[in-house]
């Protein structure tokens, strides 16, 4: 029998874990043979099972069972995208490059390593020097002192030509929302131009990261699954009754700033009420998200959602909470919840020549007040050459933003830094009553953003055990049926045709019945045991003679009746990984047992 000694999960460290990864084939560095390249890794057999049952799983809740769409962008896109995104100019680490043998750092990441502040990278770059300087930290490959050496931003974008010759400039995308955003004008057609509407995107991003570490949790290329969602943030409002009694740890910026702060124990609904989470959005899609987590593995005891503090959130964001785990004592970030606000879809307006807007049609038609301007072309036209058109734009917008600019005689523009004065009398400018049936909104964004591979690291971390089976120490993953990369082994007890062909009939029954299957007859039972156990593998299935046995009566009896052959009443071992408890079950109705089991309509110790 099996005497768990580390139930809670503890025995398991980033060294036990990267070794068993790579030895069982769930993810290890990439291109070893040529000596391998800092923050590329491969997954295996096994971690690229993980990984895709993650990604389904994660499909099946936020887009199927949400009702959103899905779609798959390309992951290079030309430089306009990013100029208008904000990640030319914002998308920056901390770099600090060591004088002496030219390593580079992350700035904020030496700070949280080596003195007590934990969230450097909210902190300004001279403040962060100021903490390098005050305690005297040094380079960690040579140990050269790095007080007094400039830290500077560093864009995380990977840059490439696209086409030859006079190539266009393009990145690849340190993020999959830009490929949704990029084409809100054809996909808000395919919503039928009604919000609320979400897309979603299951796929690489790519960022340049200055010091990669901790095998997959900091990677240059890495999976992101994320859901842009669409909103009016006039008129709608989520589903929180459905989430409100969801039990959440929260550590807000007011607690993170207070010298005594501390994780709040609350419910999504009280935290709305309270105001600890301003946006019910975000606070419907955190209520999503946490019993979402626990389905797939990850230890509640050791999952939080921490809100951003202000010099660290990103660019477009107005909030963004953080779903953390904690892995070796220190908590990293799984996903991020952001409000984008209509950021992102008002700047790929003002830099394209398409409309990220939704028309929104009044209950009843109003009668309204609208400045306009008809400018005297013939007069802009001599005057301003071939930026007459831009003066036209720039007049309406005017009209548009303050008529009172339009009372005196003249009204003045801005052109390419420029102040230029227009006779009013030659703008045409009117203010007229228009009866309009709608009008033109900005959709807001709430994103729920996903890091498949720190999700990965995260459950097989969860889901690392130590125990003892009979005198014997042994290494298992408490991995979720839902999840494992395996769910059934099948074993011949010893090499015999009989038993092997018995063996190879129940593995064809199972895959017909959907479920992932090995067929191992190597080593004895116990080593077959153990390999599975390690994996991850919920159930092992042993063929034995007394199956065969069984067989051999059955036929008998059947003969000597001289009536039809019975169905198979032929029973095998089935093992459970967790407990190592034993049952023989029918071979007959095994395939329907085993796909309940895993779909959680029966429990193995009620059969």
């Not at 600090?96 to 909210?122: F, K, M, Q, W």
């Not at 830009?178 to 790519?206: C, D, H, M, S, W």
């Not at 900091?218 to 709608?236: G, N, S």
């Not at 009008?439 to 720190?454: A, C, K, L, Y």
Request: proline share 5%; hydrophobic share 35%.
């Amino acid at each position: 029998m099996s005497e768990d000694t580390a139930a809670d999960g503890d025995a398991a460290t980033s060294e036990k874990l990267v070794e068993l990864a790579k030895r069982r084939g769930y993810f290890f560095q990439s291109s070893g043979a040529y000596g391998g390249v800092g923050g590329f890794y491969t997954f295996g057999p096994q971690g690229a099972s993980l990984k895709g049952n993650l990604e389904d799983a994660w499909r099946d809740r936020f887009a199927v069972a949400e009702g959103n769409m899905e779609i798959d962008a390309p992951t290079i896109m030309h430089e306009p995208v990013f100029e208008a995104s904000g990640h030319l100019d914002g998308f920056d680490d901390m770099l600090i490059e060591c004088p002496e043998c030219g390593t580079s750092s992350r700035a904020d990441h030496l700070v949280e390593d080596n003195t007590e502040y934990e969230d450097a990278e909210s902190l300004p770059i001279p403040e962060v020097e100021e903490v390098i300087a005050e305690y005297e930290l040094s380079c960690p490959e040579c140990g050269a002192g790095l007080a007094g050496v400039a830290v500077e931003d560093f864009n995380l974008m990977f840059a490439t030509n696209i086409g030859p010759g006079d190539a266009q400039p393009g990145y690849l995308r340190p993020e999959t929302a830009q490929g949704i955003f990029v084409e809100f004008p054809r996909l808000k057609e395919y919503a039928r131009n009604q919000l609320p509407f979400g897309v979603t995107q299951i796929g690489r991003a790519y960022r340049n990261e200055i010091s990669p570490r901790r095998s997959i949790i900091r990677t240059r290329e890495f999976t992101q699954a994320e859901l842009e969602y669409f909103i009016d943030p006039e008129t709608d409002d989520p589903d929180l009754e459905s989430v409100a009694d969801v039990e959440v740890s929260l550590y807000p910026a007011s607690e993170q700033n207070a010298a005594d702060g501390d994780e709040i124990e609350t419910t999504i609904g009280d935290a709305v009420e309270e105001g600890i989470i301003s946006s019910p959005w975000v606070a419907y899609f955190l209520g999503v998200a946490k019993p979402w987590y626990e389905a797939v593995g990850v230890d509640m005891d050791r999952f939080r959602f921490r809100q951003h503090l202000s010099g660290e959130r990103a660019h477009y964001a107005s909030d963004c909470w953080d779903a953390e785990s904690e892995i070796d004592g220190n908590w990293i970030e799984m996903a991020g919840f952001a409000y984008r606000g209509d950021y992102d879809l008002s700047k790929h307006e003002e830099y394209s020549d398409d409309r990220f807007t939704i028309f929104k049609q009044y209950d009843e038609p109003k009668t309204v007040e609208r400045a306009t301007v008809d400018p005297d072309m013939s007069y802009l036209g001599p005057e301003f050459g071939g930026d007459a058109q831009a003066v036209v734009s720039e007049l309406e917008d005017l009209a548009a933003r303050d008529r009172s600019a339009f009372e005196g005689d003249s009204v003045e523009i801005d052109l390419e830094g420029e102040t230029h004065e227009i006779p009013v009398e030659k703008t045409g400018f009117a203010v007229e009553e228009q009866t309009e049936a709608g009008e033109h909104i900005t959709p807001h964004v709430v994103e729920p953003s996903f890091g498949v591979d720190r999700l990965v690291y995260t459950v097989l971390h969860h889901a690392y055990r130590e125990d003892e089976v009979d005198g014997e120490e042994r290494t298992y993953l408490d991995l979720e049926p839902e999840v494992a990369p395996t769910f059934v082994g099948v074993f011949p007890l010893q090499s015999d045709d009989e038993l092997e062909a018995q063996a190879n009939d129940i593995v064809a029954d199972l895959r017909a019945e959907g479920l992932s299957v090995t067929y191992d007859d190597s080593g004895n039972i116990g080593r077959r045991y153990r390999r599975q156990d390690e994996v991850g593998t919920p159930f092992c299935v042993t063929v034995d003679y007394e199956t065969i046995e069984e067989r051999e009566a059955q036929r008998a009896s059947d003969s000597a009746s001289g009536d039809e052959p019975r169905a198979d009443e032929t029973t095998v071992t089935v093992r459970e990984r967790d407990t190592t408890n034993q049952k023989r079950l029918p071979v007959d109705d095994l395939a329907e047992t085993l796909a309940a089991i895993r779909e959680g309509d029966l429990e193995f110790e009620s059969l």
